[in-house]
């Protein structure tokens, strides 16, 4: 589902590299980011359950990973519906804390059911990435430190408002199905002797969202008109195109997404506490990184974005399976992340060189 | 300490009188408002601001993130971002209060250790960025959770302390009644802007932050530019930790947990452009000052300490805006 506008990124800085362009300049397959992730994962996968076969466990890894990866998956696609316009988004963890704090005051306070508070966290998180979209249009200000302000801003306001309504740093409060949207798994779920698949209740409210970006960024006319904007947003403006229209929209389909995000890590922690969101910034970049999408704007990949949130959580879970610590957990992490960027360098140098250009 | 800019000479044409004469007013505008802001402070604490130990805590605590602003400011220079400076920094605290406490080292050479660790660690961030042509966010993003695994590694959650007495003794001493740790980091300030203003590697970098293309066609290696600009940040980083060291008296893992914000603070706010080219050190220190005064509003009201990440929030989007509109006014 590599989307990407036919025009090649003008003035985009030295430094920025064209991956995960490969299916668009009719650069040879193997040169498709998706595929090198596909591989490093089937052998990570390999490798990790030739250590450990416990990996393999239904109830005890890959349930609890398949949640893992919903929220993965949601914090990397909030942070791609802004790189699809060249932008940053920051304040990705401080969203998902904003919104996840509307949704549990709706339950704590207003007794919603569950569903009505979701609404309220994804109107909350869209609301504030709208603001972050508009200060930007209307001033020109660079992204990065718009958003960079505002978690400074959120950060602040979050703790205040959990402080002076929760008493404390959590909401306590249990709306009925969140347990179960925790717990359960379709296996839990049956109808005579048929029984689903084990997979845990989250899953298919991250597949929606997949879906949905997929389908707004390849067929829809907004998703086209903001990778235009990304892809040269001068040229966008020329040919018609509402680009500040465009620019709030797409903060405000990253707000969104990070409330999702919120509320889904909410549902596998079991509390709507400040501490949502605190690790989403790197998982944000790693996801689309990996799966390809430019920093520079103007295409984007959303199954990249699925697969690279999947690798990562499949090293965490194998590491933490071979019993590293959280530290070294984390330097491997990042070294698979550099190790993994320059494979992906080096594919389309060669892929360059062999004459795939057209 | 003044406000070094370089004008790629094809756009110099047109408007080259200008720029100096605004980026200095960004500089007088913050002198103005920390200066306000100090007076206000002291008048409404009733004095209690300028009793001698406080004043002299406002300084001991303003070293660090001043040279930590400094540090992010070297790689913004050159259109470039080191998300690694905050972990680095707790990783060279960790690493020289460890060579002190394990390895018995005197203050003498574990000091200078610690700086090369950052030395090292900001060499590695811009081979790798001129090696892969990976974008440099991503490169430190990168390494700084490799970072912050090492720096979590050296001692686990445990803390450093009772390590060399005369120099922590250094690190809270006072000449003339100005704590020695800020006496550092203005010299450091100092350097760096001798750096940038007078050394032509210095204006290098900043030729290359403003122009990349016009400063090849200048003979400029880009590359050498974006390598010294890390190296440069993971030095300062590495001056950060050693300021640490020396005026906590004992240091954990979390050191640097909470210092990536504030370096990008100060010298956005100090009207550091982060598309390159342009550095204030001036406007960098001050800003990293009207935050300091922000946290100590806070602690002399006795105000919720979250108030301070919102109030600081607003800063800099408030000087963003104030500069953005400025540039606007001069480009009409």
């Not at chain 2, 990293?288 to 800063?315: S, T």
């Amino acid at each position: 589902m590599t989307t990407s506008t036919e025009k090649e990124p003008v003035g985009a800085p030295e430094t920025e590299q064209p991956v995960g362009r490969a299916a668009a300049s009719g650069l040879p397959f193997w040169a498709d980011p998706r595929l090198g992730l596909l591989v490093v994962l089937a052998v990570l996968v390999a490798v990790f359950s030739g250590l450990r076969p416990a990996f393999l466990n239904v109830p005890l890894t890959l349930v609890p990973m398949q949640a893992d990866i919903s929220v993965f998956a949601v914090v990397g696609l909030a942070q791609l519906a802004v790189l699809s316009l060249g932008h940053m988004n920051v304040a990705v963890g401080r969203m998902a804390a904003v919104s996840a704090f509307a949704t549990g005051f709706a339950y704590d306070r207003l007794h919603v059911p569950l569903v009505v508070g979701l609404l309220v966290g994804l109107v909350v998180g869209a609301a504030v990435g709208a603001l972050a979209g508009w200060i930007i249009t209307s001033t020109g200000v660079n992204s990065f430190v718009v958003t960079l302000a505002l978690d400074f801003g959120l950060l602040g306001l979050v703790s205040l408002l959990y402080s002076r309504f929760s008493g404390g740093v959590a909401f306590s409060v249990r709306p009925a199905g969140l347990d179960a949207l925790r717990f359960d798994t379709f296996s839990d779920y049956c109808a005579g002797n048929i029984c689903g698949p084990p997979i845990p209740l989250v899953v298919p409210i991250a597949a929606i969202a997949v879906v949905g970006v997929g389908v707004l960024f390849r067929y829809s006319r907004i998703g086209r008109e903001i990778l235009m904007t990304g892809s040269n947003a001068k040229a966008a403006q020329l040919s018609g195109i509402p680009v500040s229209r465009r620019v709030i929209q797409a903060h405000a389909l990253s707000g969104l997404l990070c409330g999702l995000a919120g509320f889904l890590l909410a549902a596998n922690n079991g509390a709507f506490s400040a501490s949502v969101g605190e690790q989403f910034l790197l998982p944000s970049f790693l996801g689309p990184v990996l799966g390809g999408t430019l920093l520079a704007g103007g295409a984007v990949s959303v199954i990249g974005t699925v697969l690279g949130a999947t690798l990562t959580a499949v090293i965490q879970k194998g590491l933490n399976l071979l019993q590293f610590q959280v530290d070294e957990m984390r330097i491997y992490i990042g070294l698979v992340l550099l190790l993994a960027l320059s494979l992906d360098r080096l594919r389309h140098v060669l892929a360059e060189r062999r004459g795939g250009r057209p | 300490m003044t406000a070094p800019v370089l004008e790629p000479p094809a756009v110099t044409a047109g408007r080259r009188p200008r720029i100096p004469t605004t980026l200095h007013r960004t500089e007088v505008i913050l002198a103005v408002i920390s200066t306000v802001a100090f007076i206000a402070l002291a008048a409404t604490t009733g004095g209690n601001l300028l009793e001698e130990g406080t004043l002299r805590a406002v300084f001991q605590f303003l070293a660090v993130p001043m040279v930590i602003g400094l540090a992010q400011m070297s790689v913004l220079a050159v259109g470039q971002m080191n998300l690694s400076v905050g972990v680095l920094t707790g990783l060279c605290a960790m690493i020289s209060a460890s060579l002190m406490v394990d390895s018995g080292w005197p203050a003498g050479l574990a000091v200078p250790a610690g700086i090369a660790v950052g030395a090292l660690v900001g060499l590695i961030n811009g081979v790798l960025v001129v090696a892969t042509r990976i974008n440099g966010f991503i490169v430190t993003l990168a390494t700084m959770t490799i970072v912050d695994g090492v720096r979590f590694g050296v001692n686990g959650t445990a803390t450093y302390q009772g390590y060399s007495p005369g120099f922590v003794r250094l690190g809270r001493a006072s000449v003339l009644g100005i704590p020695v740790v800020f006496l550092a980091a203005v010299v450091v300030a100092l350097v760096v802007a001798g750096f940038f203003a007078r050394t032509t590697i210095g204006r290098q970098l900043l030729a290359s932050g403003g122009n990349p293309l016009a400063a090849r066609l200048s003979g400029i290696s880009n590359d050498r530019s974006i390598v010294v600009a890390h190296l440069l940040s993971g030095v300062l980083a590495g001056v950060a930790g050693v300021l640490i060291v020396a005026l906590s008296g004992s240091v954990n893992a979390s050191i640097g947990d909470d210092l990536l914000l504030p370096s990008f603070a100060a010298p956005i706010i100090g009207g550091v452009a982060l598309a390159g080219g342009v550095v204030s050190v001036l406007g960098t220190c001050l800003a990293a000052f009207i935050v300091r005064l922000v946290d100590v509003a806070q602690a002399q009201y006795g105000i919720n300490p979250r108030w301070v990440d919102l109030i600081v929030g607003a800063v800099v989007l408030g000087a963003v805006l104030l500069s953005q509109t400025r540039d606007r006014g001069r480009a009409r």
